[in-house]
């Protein structure tokens, strides 16, 4: 069992910047694959980014450019860096690793941003 536990969001204005945070409670964090997620109210969760182990990444096309994913595997973490947010960009994140068929996700975190 893997505990994903995600930080960093809030409320920004547009235009303006969040750093989200994933902690994985596993000591095989790196042999797994990260994403991230989000929800927004009435829409199914859909994906947003992710890293393989190789640290190949790959992006919803409406933020490519704006969002970047990374991983750092010492300390067990997934990171999205989230920059020219826009209101469409509201919605729960969550955080997801994958690993031949076994999969987790954490709690999500709240990411709103206003007009």
């Known amino acids: 069992q893997v505990r994903l536990v995600e930080s960093g969001g809030g409320l920004v204005q547009a235009g303006g910047s969040l750093r989200l945070s994933c902690a994985a409670s596993t000591i095989s964090f790196s042999s797994y694959a990260m994403g991230w997620y989000r929800q927004a109210p009435g829409n199914q969760r859909e994906s947003v980014a992710s890293i393989t182990i190789g640290g190949a990444t790959n992006y919803k096309d409406s933020v490519k450019g704006r969002f970047t994913i990374s991983r750092d595997n010492a300390k067990n973490t997934v990171y999205l860096q989230m920059n020219s947010l826009k209101p469409e960009d509201t919605a729960v994140y969550y955080c997801?690793?994958?690993?031949?068929?076994?999969?987790?996700w954490g709690q999500g975190t709240q990411v709103t941003v206003s007009s």
């Open positions: 997801n690793a994958d690993r031949r068929g076994s999969n987790f």
